[in-house]
T-cell receptor
Framework: NAGVMQNPRHLVRRRGQEARLRCSPMKGHSHVYWYRQLPEEGLKFMVYLQKENIIDESGMPKERFSAEFPKEGPSILRIQQVVRGDSAAYFC?????????????FGSGTRLTVV | SQQGEEDPQALSIQEGENATMNCSYKTSINNLQWYRQNSGRGLVHLIL?????REKHSGRLRVTLDTSKKSSSLLITASRAADTASYFC???????????FGAGTRLFVKA
C-alpha cells in the first residue's frame, strides 16, 4: 500500500507559466482533498473531489485554479499563469467514502516555487 | 471562520518533559482531530476524538475535549527529540465535507 502519492515533490515555475500538480490517492480511497500551506501557517482547504465530481471548491481562488479527478488516473490541481503569491506547499489527502473514526491520509506535498 | 486556534504558537522543552498544546474552536463539532507535521513533510493523523468523548489515549498521547468550552488539549508525555514537529488540531466543517485546520503549535524538544 503505497499511501498517497504526490508528484512532483518540488516544482519551479516562472511567472505566467502553468503548474500541474498530481495526486494519486491510497488504494480504495475515492475522496480527494487539496490543501495549500504557506510557510509557518496551517493548511487551507482548497477543494474536495470524488471521481469525476467536484463536491466542494469553496476554497479555490476563482481564477487560474482548477482541479479534476478523472475516472482513471490521478487527481490534478492546475494553476494557470502562476504568480509569486502561488508559491506554497500543496498537499493532497485522501479518504474512503466513510471516513468514520479515521483522519485523512496525506501525501508528502508538492512545493511550488514561482520565480 | 470555523478555524481552530492552537496555543501556544511555539513551545520549547527538554527531552523527558511533558508537552501540552491547546486548541480552541468556534462552532459545534462532530469530532476533533490532531495531526503532526515534521518539517518539509505531509501531515500524519495522530488521534480523533468524538464530540461525545472527553478523553482519549494513544501511547504517549492524551487528548481531552471540553465541548462546553469548545477546546481540546494534546498532551505528549515523556517527550523525545523525535517529537519535534508542528502539531495541528482540525475539525470537520458543519457540512462534513472538509476539515478545517488551525495554524499549529511548533514543538521543539531539546535532547
Amino acid at each position: 500500500n503505497a499511501g498517497v502519492m504526490q508528484n512532483p515533490r518540488h516544482l519551479v515555475r516562472r511567472r505566467g507559466q502553468e503548474a500541474r500538480l498530481r495526486c494519486s490517492p491510497m488504494k480504495g480511497h475515492s475522496h480527494v482533498y487539496w490543501y495549500r500551506q504557506l510557510p509557518e501557517e496551517g493548511l487551507k482547504f482548497m477543494v474536495y473531489l470524488q471521481k469525476e465530481n467536484i463536491i466542494d471548491e469553496s476554497g479555490m481562488p476563482k481564477e487560474r485554479f482548477s482541479a479534476e479527478f478523472p475516472k482513471e488516473g490521478p487527481s490534478i490541481l492546475r494553476i494557470q499563469q502562476v504568480v509569486r503569491g502561488d508559491s506554497a506547499a500543496y498537499f493532497c489527502a485522501s479518504s474512503p467514502p466513510n471516513r468514520g473514526a479515521y483522519g485523512y491520509t496525506f501525501g508528502s506535498g508538492t512545493r511550488l516555487t514561482v520565480v | 471562520s470555523q478555524q481552530g486556534e492552537e496555543d501556544p504558537q511555539a513551545l520549547s522543552i527538554q527531552e523527558g518533559e511533558n508537552a501540552t498544546m491547546n486548541c480552541s474552536y468556534k462552532t459545534s463539532i462532530n469530532n476533533l482531530q490532531w495531526y503532526r507535521q515534521n518539517s518539509g513533510r505531509g501531515l500524519v493523523h495522530l488521534i480523533l476524538i468524538r464530540s461525545n468523548e472527553r478523553e482519549k489515549h494513544s501511547g504517549r498521547l492524551r487528548v481531552t475535549l471540553d465541548t462546553s468550552k469548545k477546546s481540546s488539549s494534546l498532551l505528549i508525555t515523556a517527550s523525545r527529540a523525535a517529537d519535534t514537529a508542528s502539531y495541528f488540531c482540525a475539525q470537520d466543517d458543519a457540512g462534513g465535507f472538509k476539515t478545517i485546520f488551525g495554524a499549529g503549535t511548533r514543538l521543539f524538544v531539546k535532547a
